[in-house]
Every structure is written in structure tokens, then in C-alpha cells.
């Protein structure tokens, strides 16, 4: 059986070293298997999925499924693939396949999560806070206005 590994896209692999806590960064995971986790999260409920295109990153590395599973992850990444597909056949135990188009969608899920955290993050000094806030409005949506504001009243 293969080892599957989950690869981080080259134009993302900068914002994922951000996100970590290491020598040169703040950052607010622990390991890059976490941010990988929460940006396929976070790309999951806004079903952005996007493939892998500009290449894959030397640094972080592929990490292997097993550092996921050994975090806890695997019931997550299991939600996201049935979310995604539909269909409960992508969970079985006995396929191989079942489990490479896991890791494709964890792939996808966290190279599009990663997209709409960097249009969050954008220009922040601080990532920790920021992700605060982007957790915050999760929890605490602001209720739209239900009707538009009519000017015309006013004239």
C-alpha cells in the first residue's frame, strides 16, 4: 500500500511557513499538517476547491497522511470527501483509490482555503489576530439587512 502525501502548492508555501510557529515566524499552528487541516476547512464551507497548478513546494515538503491521522485529522478529512463527492464510497478503508481521491480533496480544499486566506490576510502584520477576527465573523455573523435602503425618499 502506498504511502500518500499531501502536497502544498509552490505559490502557497510561503503563507503556510507564515502560519507556522518557527525560528523566522509567529505564526499561530503548530505544524504545517494543522494549517493544511484548517485551510481545507475553511475552503470547504465556501466550496473552493482549486487544483494544484503552479507546482508543488520543496519547503514545506509533502507531508504524509499519517502525521494527519496521528493529529486527529482523519475524521475531517473523511467529512470533507464526503461532503464533497456525495457519495459514501469515497470512504472505504479497502479502496486505494477512495483514499488517493481523499487526499486529492483535502489537496484541493486546502489550496483553495489557503487562496481565500491570503485575500484575508492580506496586508495584516499580525496573522493571529487577523484569524481572530475571520473565526469571530464564523461564529458571530453580522445580520445583512433584509430590504435595500431606498434613497429616493430622501429627494
Do not use: C
Request: glycine share 6%; proline share 5%.
Amino acid at each position: 500500500m502506498a504511502v500518500h502525501r499531501v502536497r502544498v502548492a509552490k505559490d502557497k508555501a510561503g503563507l503556510v511557513q507564515a502560519l507556522t510557529i518557527g525560528k523566522e515566524s509567529t505564526g499561530t499552528f503548530e505544524t504545517y499538517a494543522d494549517v493544511i487541516m484548517f485551510a481545507a476547512a475553511y475552503g470547504g464551507k465556501y466550496q473552493r476547491a482549486t487544483p494544484i497548478e503552479t507546482g508543488i513546494s520543496k519547503d514545506p515538503a509533502p507531508i504524509s497522511l499519517e502525521i494527519f491521522l496521528s493529529r486527529g485529522y482523519d475524521w475531517a478529512i473523511k467529512l470533507l470527501a464526503i461532503a464533497q463527492t456525495q457519495n459514501s464510497t469515497v470512504l472505504s478503508p479497502y479502496d486505494p483509490q477512495a483514499a488517493a481521491q481523499r487526499v486529492m480533496i483535502l489537496e484541493q480544499a486546502a489550496n483553495g482555503g489557503l487562496e481565500l486566506l491570503a485575500e484575508q490576510l492580506r496586508g495584516a502584520v499580525d496573522y493571529s489576530d487577523r484569524l481572530l477576527l475571520i473565526l469571530n465573523q464564523e461564529r458571530f455573523p453580522i445580520a445583512q439587512p433584509t430590504t435595500d435602503f431606498d434613497l429616493t425618499r430622501f429627494l
